[in-house]
């Protein structure tokens, strides 16, 4: 079955500070996989997803099939980047989308 | 513009009885899902339907069940409530061609 493991559920990183919000996951098929953020009272909403390799709001993040990971990264942490953010896979002919447990950002000023 | 709605907003309700937690979108997606939203274990999914009179279960449909009788609408029916439905509800509906989910603002149930 599949699974996808956000190992901190909270992060705390200075202004300025690069960030990485880790994600592994576990799929024996070949995966689609996501990162969805939820700002503070706002909806859920897509933030990128690993086949269109674009960079968004300066996050950015790799397919690791080695490692089975795909952390996100922003070299220069925003106050605004502060938010809920969720690891996603996408499995299987059903296209079924599993979410992991969620890392709570935090950028101090 | 094309959206997800969800109501009400906010419920509280009583151990037994029964609630539906509506789902409405307008962007035409086939695929709709339900999700609840708890600390400690993010999103999990209760139902989903990829389109009408297909309705699955998820990984927590227990004392849940939902039906798709069109296109827009999703209601999630909490048969006899209980304190551990406590919880934040999303619905969303997914664009086809790249996987993206929509989601509404969420349902938040306290069940007492």
């Known amino acids: 079955a599949q699974r996808v493991t956000q190992p901190e559920k909270l992060l705390s990183v200075f202004k300025g500070a690069p960030v990485e919000l880790k994600c592994n996951y576990s799929y024996s098929g070949s995966p689609e996989l996501f990162w969805y953020v939820q700002y503070s009272r706002q909806r859920l909403q897509l933030l990128l997803r690993h086949i269109s390799r674009e960079s968004i709001k300066g996050f950015t993040a790799d397919l690791n099939k080695g490692e089975t990971s795909f952390h996100l990264k922003k070299p220069f942490a925003q106050e605004e980047d502060s938010a809920m953010y969720y690891c996603?896979?996408?499995?299987?002919?059903?296209?079924?989308?599993?979410f992991g447990s969620g890392t709570q950002l935090t950028v101090l000023p | 513009d094309a959206e997800i709605t969800q109501s009400p907003r906010h419920k509280i309700t009583e151990t037994g009885r029964q609630v539906t937690l509506a789902c409405h979108q307008t962007?035409?997606?086939?695929?709709m899902f339900w999700y609840r939203q708890d600390l400690g274990h993010g999103l999990r999914l209760i139902h989903y339907s990829y389109g009408v009179q297909d309705t699955n279960k998820g990984e927590v449909s227990d004392g849940y069940s939902v039906s798709r009788s069109n296109t827009e609408d999703l209601p999630l029916t909490l048969e006899s409530a209980a304190s551990s439905q406590t919880s934040v509800y999303f619905c969303?509906?997914?664009?086809?061609?790249?996987?993206?989910?929509?989601f509404g603002e969420g349902s938040r149930l306290t069940v007492l």
């Open positions: 969303a509906s997914r664009e086809t061609a790249t996987g993206e989910l929509f």
């Open positions: 996603a896979l996408m499995s299987g002919s059903a296209r079924q989308l599993t």
């Open positions: 962007w035409n997606h086939n695929n």
